[in-house]
């Protein structure tokens, strides 16, 4: 009983560990690519799966004991919202670990290049279009790929408004 909650790995160890898996980890989900992220698939169910039991003992350091188990969690937990927090506060880091939206319509005409570099099909991008009530892809202004996988759709003479145009007059409202 008294070994249920100290863990058996040293607790810098697994500080380190859990920070080593986190960073690949997310290194690995943006190099896969927006459409995977905006697409969860059975496939990508089972994917996640089998990382997550993969990664274990390497989280872990083999250590079974609640303690060992809620410190790995914790930093992951503490990690996340770090790159959460980073992300909000500089651009630069958000660009980084989450990527750049990416443009695939403009003026009714497609960027196939940008279709081939995500490699999307035509008839995905017509389907992801009628899914927003867009018949044509000559309606559309522009269609953009966004960081975290879905379409963004600007139809022909919808002009955006400003940042100061949307802002409340309140600076902050709870209800």
């Known amino acids: 009983m008294p070994t249920l909650l100290v863990p058996d790995a040293p607790l810098w160890s697994l500080v380190l560990r859990g920070g080593v898996v986190y960073l690949f980890l997310i290194t690995a ?3 896969s690519g927006r459409r995977e992220l905006g697409q ?3 496939f990508d169910l089972v994917l996640l799966l089998l990382v997550s039991n993969a990664v274990q003992n390497s989280l872990n350091a083999g250590d079974t004991s609640l303690g060992g ?3 790995s969690a914790a930093t992951l937990f503490l990690l996340n919202r770090a790159v959460g927090y980073a992300s909000w506060r500089w651009r630069w880091f958000e660009r980084l670990v989450q990527g750049r939206p990416l443009r695939l319509v ?3 005409k497609v960027h196939d290049g ?3 570099s995500e490699q999307l099909t035509l008839a995905e991008l017509r389907s992801a279009l009628r899914k927003q009530g867009i018949a044509r892809i000559g309606d ?3 269609v953009v790929l966004e960081p975290d996988g879905t379409l963004t759709a600007v139809r022909v003479g ?3 408004r400003p940042h100061a145009e949307l802002l409340h007059p309140d600076a902050y409202y709870r209800i």
């Open 106 to 108: 403009t003026d009714g």
């Open 40 to 42: 969860l698939t059975s």
């Open 114 to 116: 940008a279709l081939r």
């Open 158 to 160: 919808v002009e955006p």
């Open 140 to 142: 559309c202004q522009q």
């Open 69 to 71: 188990g809620l410190v």
């Open 29 to 31: 989900l943006r190099l």
